[in-house]
C-alpha cells in the first residue's frame, strides 16, 4: 500500500491554515458581481472565467506591478459592508469545502474605507462573515487585521485588533513591500500589542532577507514569521551536512511558526519550483513549519493542492502532513484548550482514519 496520498483524499483530511488573504481569495464571479453593484469599472473583463485566468496569468507574469494590480481590483470591489459580509462568508464556505477546520484569514481595514466605512465597520462586516460561516459549515476562521508596512497607521489598527480580539480578531500582522520599510517602523504598534497580551505575527523574510526576520523576532517580538522562507540564507549546505547560523539556530530552537506559502513564494522568486522549496530542507531540520496558501485566487490554488504538490516533490506520506497540520495548530492564535481540541479530538483522528481506510494496493 502506497502511502502517498491522493488530492481528493488530502482533501478530506482535517486542515489547518494560517496565513491566507482575504483579499487575495475572493471568487471570480463574486469579483464579476460586486464590481456591477458597485459601479467599479476598472476589471480587465467581465467575463468570470476569463477573469479567473487573468489573475493566475498576472500572478504568474513576473511583474510586481501586474501582481499588485490583481489586489487593486478585488480591494477595489470591496468597499461596502455587504461585500465584505459576503467575501469574508465565502471565503469560509471554501475553506470549509477543502476540508479545513481552522484558520486564521488577514486583511487591512485601512483599505476599505474609501467607499465611506469605518473601521470598526470593516472589521464587523468580516466578522459578521465569518459568524455565519461557521454557523452554516462548522468552520472556525479567526481575523488577523493587518497594516499596510508603508502607511502610518500601524497603531490605529493594532488598538483595532485588541478592542475587537473577544469578537473574532485573534491577531495583528504588517503587510506590503519589505524592502524599504522595516517593521521597527513600527515598534510603537508592536510594543503595544505586548503590553495587551496579545498576538501578533509579521510578514517577514519573504521579498528581503535576515536582517527582516531579525527585526521582526529580536526587535519586534513576533510570534510567528510570515513566510520567513528566507531563514534559509542563514543555513550553509555546502559542506553537506547543513550547518545552521545563530539566527537559523534561534528560531529553531525558539520553535517560531514559519507560514511557509509554497506556489506563492515561487510566484514572487522567493524560490525557484516546488522540488526545490527550502520548505524541504526545513521540514527535514525539524523548523516550526506550517504550510500555507497566501492568496488562493492569484495563486489558482488551496491547502489541498499546496500539500499535493509537496507530497509529489518530497515524497510525504500522511504522517508528513499530520505533521505540518499539528505544527499549524500548535502555531494558532486559538486558545490553548481549543488547539489541544482540535488536536486531539480532530486532526489527529481524522489524519488516522484516512490513513488505516484505504484498500491494499
Known amino acids: 500500500m502506497s502511502d502517498r496520498p491522493t ?11 494560517l496565513h491566507d488573504h482575504l483579499d487575495g481569495g475572493v471568487r471570480p464571479a463574486t469579483i464579476v458581481d460586486l464590481a456591477r453593484e458597485s459601479g467599479y469599472g476598472a476589471l480587465p473583463t467581465d467575463d468570470a472565467e476569463n477573469l479567473r485566468l487573468w489573475f ?21 470591489v470591496m468597499q461596502s459592508a455587504e461585500a465584505l459580509t459576503r467575501v469574508a462568508y465565502e471565503c469560509a464556505e471554501d475553506l470549509a469545502k477543502d476540508g479545513i477546520v481552522y484558520a486564521e484569514v488577514r486583511y487591512a481595514p485601512e483599505q476599505h474605507v474609501t467607499g465611506g466605512l469605518t473601521l470598526e465597520q470593516v472589521v464587523e462586516a468580516v466578522l459578521e462573515g465569518f459568524a455565519r460561516g461557521r454557523r452554516d459549515h462548522g468552520i472556525r476562521v479567526g481575523a488577523l487585521v493587518t497594516a499596510m508596512r508603508h502607511q502610518a497607521r ?18 495583528f500582522d504588517i503587510a506590503g513591500a519589505e524592502a524599504g520599510y522595516p517593521p521597527t517602523r513600527h515598534l510603537d504598534a508592536f510594543e503595544y500589542l505586548q503590553r495587551e497580551n496579545a498576538h501578533f505575527t509579521i510578514h517577514a523574510g519573504e521579498g528581503f532577507g535576515l536582517p527582516s526576520i531579525w527585526q521582526a523576532i529580536q526587535w519586534c517580538g513576533a510570534d510567528r514569521l510570515g513566510h520567513g522562507v528566507r531563514i534559509i540564507d542563514d543555513i550553509d549546505v555546502d559542506g553537506g551536512e547543513p550547518k545552521l547560523g545563530r539566527l537559523a539556530d534561534y ?13 506563492s513564494n515561487i510566484q514572487t522568486g522567493a524560490a525557484r519550483s516546488i522540488a526545490e522549496h527550502p520548505i524541504g530542507l526545513l521540514r527535514r531540520l525539524s523548523f516550526r513549519v506550517t504550510v ?12 489541498s493542492e499546496e500539500f499535493a504538490k509537496l507530497s509529489e516533490a518530497f515524497g510525504y506520506g500522511w504522517d508528513d502532513l499530520q505533521w505540518f497540520t499539528v505544527n499549524a ?6 486558545p490553548f484548550t481549543e488547539r489541544l481540541e482540535l488536536i486531539n479530538g480532530v486532526i489527529k483522528p481524522g489524519f488516522a482514519q484516512l490513513k488505516w481506510s484505504r484498500p491494499p494496493a
Open 7 to 17: 488530492l481528493d483524499e488530502i482533501r478530506r483530511a482535517p486542515k489547518v491554515l
Open 56 to 76: 493566475e496569468e498576472a500572478a504568474d507574469s513576473g511583474s510586481l506591478e501586474r501582481y499588485l494590480e490583481t489586489f487593486d481590483h478585488t480591494v477595489g
Open 154 to 171: 500601524s497603531k490605529e489598527i493594532a488598538e483595532l485588533a485588541v478592542r475587537y480580539r473577544d469578537a473574532g480578531v485573534v491577531g
Open 251 to 263: 528560531v529553531r530552537d525558539k520553535r517560531i511558526p514559519l507560514e511557509l506559502c509554497p506556489t
Open 292 to 303: 500555507n496558501t497566501d492568496n488562493r485566487l492569484m495563486s489558482g490554488t488551496s491547502l
Open 329 to 334: 495548530m500548535k502555531s494558532a492564535f486559538a
